[in-house]
């Protein structure tokens, strides 16, 4: 009675027509929980082929299993090798359907037809039989075609060559394929570099524009194409295969990884279509291929860079090996990377005895304390060190030698740190130089200042005398101008050797001694006038005076020095019987006093160095004047600096040459800029 008030028990194909879109779902649901309700790492997971095979099996256990298409199958494991199943997962994707059939049937408490439920095991199995053996013969095949692919690339053939015996495989297993090749991306256009078969040497070299023709719109958007007639289709640009009849014809991108290197394709005379088997095959060729021109390509970049950097070694070695410095590169452990045969020669061991060495093993005596400390400071530091002197035996001259050294962190483009490098310059010959120099300098320095001290006194003497013998007054007019002469001659001696005293003290006791007072700057210049007036009887020595407060914090002596010299200087230049005005001027801050004379101007050559020791004007040789040992400039501005002054001139034609003076009348601070 139950099965009566239920109907007629339906036949398997009304059961699977009746519920198709329910055992779809039903199988999805089971392929998630088999995965553990995660996504597939391969999408989509075969559902593309699931609503036709649920279709077979009601139309094969409705009319037997003649009705079974082999493509369904054979596309079915064709999809399921390219996406990188294995047995066992093809063989759970129909054990998966026979479950949901099943647990549909028992939700709904329904029999079958006598005899169907067992058709349709029967239909399942036939249908996973056929599919697990095409899907092995496939991979069978493959992998065969694959290593004969490997054995074609033992002899590490061209790419040429290589690109040819690999579709050469592909045609001697695959009987449809007539013609293939293997067209390269360069620049913007596809350049047939490989092809086997039919119009091979017609098409090898021809271009196809990327973007134009099936081949280059595919190469432009990264997908296969397929032409079903391709002497008929006006898309193919490659004229001999259209000449050569092709029916069929397929092609895909090489790729490596997300850029093109070209287009591969293979073409058929017989079919109009080529098997999903050998599509499989020939998409493994391809990727093969694309694999060895990825490294090809690799091989040659690197090949270049390394003939490159081997250049660049080369002419680095060159360079350091004619450097006329020593150069040398240590690791972090002090170990020598590279030296030039300078550093070589200095350290007395040969390059090759340096490389991989300690420094402590190449360098000997007690240098090796010295620059293991500043080359470990460099790498403590990351910073280099620099205008090191190091001394020691030097055995490229056979003496004790001197060098410069200079240490520098060496770092990679990210700034890693590598080691230290080291330059070397020999400086030995300089120091020689600059220490005979030096002794020079000072011998005649001393000597300045003894013979300085050993002539005053005599000189006074003169001059004693000469003041006494002035005094006569039995003295004739031609006596008395001869007296006048020998006390002009020593007041002009005594100011040489003051002024050569002044400068010895000036380089060997660190500065010319003032001794500050506050005195009265008008007092000082007209006490000193009247005494050169005394001795420059025939010259006119005027003073003028501007401003009342002419006080201020100075050393009187040397104030009437700086007078003295610059008004000697001028009666030196000045146009005969011309007078020497020496102007003072109180401001604010400073005393300012001027010195001005009337003659022909300082030449512009002589100006920068004006005031440099032993400077002397080409005008001072002129005519009868005398010569002066070209130190009264320079003492002027010594004694003016030690004040914290400033002196400067200005000459030109028709106003003669100002001296001007500024005495600062309370010595500023410390790091003062004067005027």
Known sequence: MDELARGPRPSAAEFLRANHDVLLADWQQAVFEHLGRKDSARPPWLIDHMPELLTALADATELGLEALDE????????????????LGEVAREYALLRRCILHRLEALEQRLRPGDLTRL?????????????????????????????????????????????????????????????????????????????????????????????????????????????ASTDPRVLLGPLRRAGLRALYGLPLMDGERLLGMAYMGSRTAFAFSDSDVLLFRAVAQRAAAHIAHAELHAREHQARKEAERSLA?????????????????????????????????????EAHRGHTLREMVRGGTVESIEQSLRQVLE???????????????????????????????????????????????????????????????REELIAVLGHDLRNPLHAVNASAFMLGKVPAL??????????????????????????????????????????HVNMEELCQGMLEELQVVYPERPLVLEVQGDDLWGDWDPDRV????????????????????????LRGEAVDVVMEVRNEGDPIPPELLPRLFDPFK?????????????????????????????????????????TTFTVRWPRVPPPMGYLTP
């Open 71 to 86: 493509r369904l199958e054979a596309a079915h494991a064709a999809a399921r090798l390219d996406a990188g199943f294995n």
């Open 121 to 229: 095991e029967e239909t399942l199995d036939q249908v996973v039989t056929r599919t697990m053996t095409f899907f092995w013969d496939m991979k069978q095949r493959i992998l065969q075609t694959l290593d004969r692919m490997f054995e074609a690339t033992l002899d590490d053939p061209d790419m040429e060559t290589l690109l040819e015996r690999l579709l050469t495989r592909q045609m001697e297993s695959a009987l449809t394929v007539d013609t293939a090749a293997v067209m390269l991306l360069e620049g913007d256009a596809l350049v047939v570099r490989a092809a086997v078969g039919m119009g091979t040497d017609e098409v090898k070299g021809m271009h196809v524009p990327v973007g134009q023709g099936v081949s280059g719109r595919a190469a432009l958007e990264r997908r296969p194409f397929f032409v079903r007639s």
């Open 315 to 351: 002419l680095l070695d060159s360079l350091l090996d004619a450097a006329p410095v020593g150069i040398s590169f240590v690791d972090k452990d002090l170990r020598y990377l590279r030296i030039n045969g300078m550093m070589a020669r200095i350290n007395g061991h040969s390059v």
């Open 381 to 443: 530091t990351g910073r280099p060190v620099q205008g090191s002197v190091v001394e020691g035996p030097d055995p490229v001259h056979g003496r004790v030698g001197v060098w410069r050294a200079d240490y520098f962190p060496v770092r990679t483009p990210d700034g890693v740190l590598l080691g230290v490098g080291t330059t070397v310059v020999d400086i030995t010959d300089h120091k020689r130089a600059e220490a005979a120099l030096q002794q020079a300098v000072d011998f």
């Open 476 to 517: 004739d007019t031609t006596a008395r101008r001869s007296v006048d002469r020998i006390r002009k001659a020593t007041a002009r001696m005594t100011r040489m050797i003051n002024d050569i005293l002044d400068f010895a003290h000036s380089r060997l006791g660190g500065g010319i001694p003032v001794t500050r007072q």
């Open 560 to 583: 009437t020095q700086v007078l003295g010299n610059l008004v000697v200087n001028a009666l030196q230049h000045a146009t005969n019987d011309t007078p020497i005005v020496t102007t």
């Open 616 to 656: 002397q004007s080409n005008r001072s040789e002129q005519g009868n004047k005398p010569r002066s040992l070209g130190l009264g400039l320079y003492i002027v501005s010594e004694i003016v600096q030690m004040h914290r002054g400033s002196v400067r001139v200005e000459t030109a034609t028709g106003d003669g």
